[in-house]
């Protein structure tokens, strides 16, 4: 979760100047944060919830937090991104994310982001927090490694007899070391939720019950974040088909590895 680019800790006259601008932006808004990780629905779930008229995404992590990214949004100026994210980034989060435009206001972060962020924003209990998690770790790992391939991370509703094909028809090799690694960053991203699962202020949804459920669990996430309920709709659709072993060609490998780490419902039809 932590860059070598990192500061590593935050300025006071960071917080100083959060707090002023935290409370020249309250104004009646609540705040909300979806803790999640790449592949795992977040685009999807925000999509949705942005299409209630008093639900806003007011930025992305990815596009904001993330250390590594070299800003090519010119909505951020270099004043911002080079002093202000690296060295006030508490006050940087506030001003770019937060800004009031609707009763509820969110944005998405993921463990590559700035790590201080995330566990101040994990610790305060001022913001609503949405955790996501895809249980299964290959469909995961998979679509990211597809996603990669084909350069298409987002895939809209089709309109009458257009459809993309491309990540459907798309097969990857796994690279059992690589994916290994890989389970053990994600395992130890979402061990740090299990000790504030049940605040008050935390609603936790896995990707499987997000996508067989997705209009009762996106009610239940909009009376939690305090408004009343709509019918919403995403213009996303997932992407791929339903059985990860579609897009492995190394499908045997694959299967005796999830077996042998004890989760061969990885493998299985239908699983998310």
């Known amino acids: 979760m932590n860059s070598k680019r990192e500061y590593p800790f935050l300025l006071p006259i960071d917080f100083l100047i959060y707090k002023i601008l935290f409370n020249l932006n309250q104004k009646d808004v609540s705040r909300y ?15 949705t919830l942005e299409s209630h008229s008093k639900i806003s ?17 010119k909505k951020i100026s270099k004043f911002e991104k080079i002093i202000l994210r690296n060295f006030l980034p508490l006050s940087f989060t506030e001003k770019k994310c937060f800004r009031p435009k609707t009763k509820i206001i969110g944005f998405k972060i993921f463990p590559n982001h700035y790590s201080h962020i995330h566990k101040y924003f994990l610790n305060n209990r001022k913001y609503k927090k949405i955790i996501l998690e895809r ?4 469909a ?33 090799e796994i690279n059992l070391n690589r994916f ?14 299990s000790s504030i699962i049940k605040r008050d202020e935390v609603f936790y949804v896995t990707y499987k019950n997000l996508i067989e459920g997705k ?3 996106i009610q239940k996430i909009v009376t939690f974040l305090g408004v009343e309920n709509k019918n919403l709709v995403s213009n996303l659709e997932k992407q791929g ?10 499908k045997s490998e694959v299967i005796e590895y999830c077996n042998d780490i004890g989760h061969p419902e990885w493998t299985s039809q239908n699983s998310y």
Request: hydrophobic share 30%.
């Open 135 to 138: 249980k299964n770790r290959l």
């Open 33 to 47: 944060i979806l803790f999640s990780n790449n592949r795992s629905g977040s685009t999807l779930l925000m999509s």
């Open 241 to 250: 088909s339903k059985n990860v072993l579609d897009h492995i060609t190394n």
């Open 180 to 193: 290994e690694s890989y389970i053990k960053r994600v395992d130890k991203y979402y061990d740090q939720f």
């Open 140 to 172: 995961m790992y998979t679509s990211k490694e597809v996603a990669r391939k084909t350069k298409k991370w987002l895939k809209e509703k089709s309109v009458g007899s257009q459809t993309d094909s491309s990540s459907k028809n798309t097969a990857v």
């Open 57 to 73: 995404l007011s930025g992305d992590g990815g596009e904001i937090l993330n250390i590594n990214n070299t800003f090519q949004n």
């Open 215 to 217: 209009k009762e669990v």
